[in-house]
C-alpha cells in the first residue's frame, strides 16, 4: 500500500507541476498575449523565441527548468525519505517517475485543454536533475546534430535516440543498481519525444523541414 501511495504522489504532483505550461504564462505575464495565438500556435520555447525574443525566451527556458528540478527533487525526496522507500535498490528509479510524469503534464497539460508542447525542453532539464552525465551526453549529441544540420528537430530526435544508450552505458559504468530499468524508463521518454516529432519527421524527409533560425512560420514548434 505505502508503495501504491509513494507512486501515486509522484503521478499526479509531477503531472500537475508539468501542467503549468511556462510559455504560456510567461508571455501572458510579460507580453499580455496567448503563444498559441502566434508563430507556429505551440507553446514552447521555440515559438517565444521567434515571436517575442530572447527576454521572454530566457524567462520560458527559466521555468520549463525549474518544473523537472521542482518535480524530481520534492517526490525523490518525499519518497525515499517520507515513505521510506527506494524502488529496486536504485534511488535514481523514482525521479524518472517524476520525470515521465512531468513530461505528460507538459505535453498534454489538464489546465490547458491537453494541448502543450512537445516535450524537448522538459526532458532535458528534467533529466538534468534524475541523470546529469547522461543528460550532458544527449545534450551535447542535439548540439552537434543542430551545428551540422541546422535542424532543432532532427537534434532533438538523435539525441532522443542516444539517451537509452548513454544510460545503459554510463549507469553500468557508474555500477548503478538496475540500470536497465533505467533504461527501460529511458526508452519511454525517447519514444514520446520521436512520436510528438513525428510531423517533423515527415518534413525532413520530405525536405520541407525548416532550418533553425528561418523566418517561416508553420507548424514546425519543436518544444
Not at 128 to 144: E, G, H, W
Amino acid at each position: 500500500m505505502k508503495e501504491f501511495l509513494s507512486i501515486l504522489f509522484t503521478v499526479v504532483f509531477s503531472y500537475l507541476i508539468g501542467s503549468i505550461n511556462s510559455a504560456i504564462t510567461v508571455c501572458r505575464i510579460l507580453k499580455k498575449k496567448d503563444i498559441r495565438d502566434y508563430g507556429s500556435g505551440n507553446a514552447g520555447l521555440t515559438n517565444v523565441l521567434r515571436v517575442f525574443g530572447k527576454g521572454p525566451a530566457l524567462a520560458t527556458l527559466l521555468a520549463d527548468l525549474a518544473k523537472g528540478v521542482i518535480a524530481v527533487v520534492i517526490c525523490r525526496v518525499v519518497v525515499t525519505y517520507g515513505f521510506d522507500i527506494v524502488f529496486f535498490e536504485n534511488k535514481l528509479y523514482i525521479g524518472y517517475i517524476a520525470g515521465l510524469a512531468v513530461m505528460l503534464g507538459h505535453i498534454f497539460p489538464v489546465f490547458y485543454g491537453f494541448h502543450g508542447g512537445k516535450g524537448v525542453l522538459i526532458t532535458a532539464t528534467t533529466l538534468l536533475a534524475i541523470d546529469p552525465l547522461t543528460c550532458l551526453l544527449s545534450v551535447t549529441v542535439f548540439a552537434i546534430v543542430l551545428a551540422l544540420s541546422k535542424y532543432v528537430s532532427l537534434g532533438s530526435i538523435c539525441a532522443a535516440v542516444a539517451y537509452p544508450i548513454f544510460t545503459v552505458l554510463t549507469q553500468n559504468w557508474r555500477g548503478i543498481e538496475a540500470h536497465w530499468v533505467n533504461a527501460g524508463m529511458a526508452c519511454i521518454f525517447s519514444a514520446f519525444i520521436i512520436f510528438m516529432h513525428r510531423s517533423n519527421i515527415h518534413r525532413l524527409l520530405n525536405g520541407t523541414e525548416n532550418k533553425f533560425g528561418s523566418k517561416k512560420k508553420d507548424k514546425s514548434e519543436e518544444e
